[in-house]
């Protein structure tokens, strides 16, 4: 398995927010992470990257134990992380945003950025234009492409299509899933739009309270029953 979670507890201070979770993703498998807002999801993320410390429980790296590990090792090993809320560098030009994504890389960044924007195209026309210039969506498309930088084996994605218009949502699935492919990428997926993640899901979570409480199949997204105990879920 790339990744195994074994009853991860996790907390913010005295307040509990990850009572007990357990799954795993193989290689080259992409995991959606469904859920209301504040049932755990995001804090979920925070701890697999290491910004939020575990209580109890294992995280596994590719068979290496990594629970401990701080958030820089993290990457190192492999996992890149984009954040909700994208933050990227809003005073630096697209380019010296993926130049920072190439940081922790040896070795010259220029065939790594011109590899990730063949995967990027639209991002090709706008390398002088500051971050914070950019659309909601092409801060997206550049939230993701920095991190690809960093050459992750393992992609977490927290809200990639919040706030973003619908035709940059479908450039983002299809980015991905080529990638997927292309890369063997594996992915884990905390989203509420369910086209979205039933588009690039080969499993979903669903999480409640901290807890994962069941599993399903994307198809099944389309069951009113079940899209019915998430009120307030994209469709």
Not at 30 to 52: E, P
Not at 54 to 66: E, N, P, W
Not at 181 to 196: A, C, G, I
Request: aromatic share 4%; proline share 6%; charged share 25%.
């Amino acid at each position: 398995m790339m990744l195994e979670v074994r009853d991860l507890h996790a907390a913010y201070g005295r307040i509990p927010v990850l009572h007990g979770v357990t799954f795993a993703v193989a290689e080259g498998q992409s995991v959606g992470v469904l859920g209301h807002n504040g049932m755990g999801k995001t804090s979920l993320l925070r701890a697999l990257m290491g910004f939020l410390p575990t209580a109890g429980g294992t995280v596994m790296l590719d068979q290496s134990d990594i629970t401990d590990w701080p958030p820089y090792r993290r990457s190192r090993a492999g996992i890149g992380y984009v954040p909700q809320g994208r933050d990227i560098f809003p005073n630096l030009s697209v380019l010296d945003n993926l130049r920072m994504g190439c940081a922790k890389e040896t070795g010259a960044d220029g065939p790594v950025i011109e590899s990730v924007l063949e995967e990027f195209p639209r991002l090709k026309r706008l390398l002088d234009r500051l971050g914070g210039a950019l659309s909601g969506g092409e801060q997206q498309l550049l939230a993701i492409a920095r991190c690809l930088c960093g050459k992750p084996a393992l992609l977490l994605l927290d809200e990639p299509t919040e706030g973003i218009q619908p035709s940059i949502v479908d450039e983002i699935i299809e980015r991905l899933a080529r990638l997927k492919q292309s890369r063997r990428l594996t992915m884990v997926l905390v989203e509420q739009n369910l086209d979205f993640i039933a588009a690039l899901s080969d499993r979903i979570l669903l999480i409640q309270k901290g807890r994962i409480t069941r599993e399903v199949a994307p198809g099944n997204l389309q069951d009113p029953d079940l899209v019915g105990e998430f009120v307030g879920v994209e469709r």
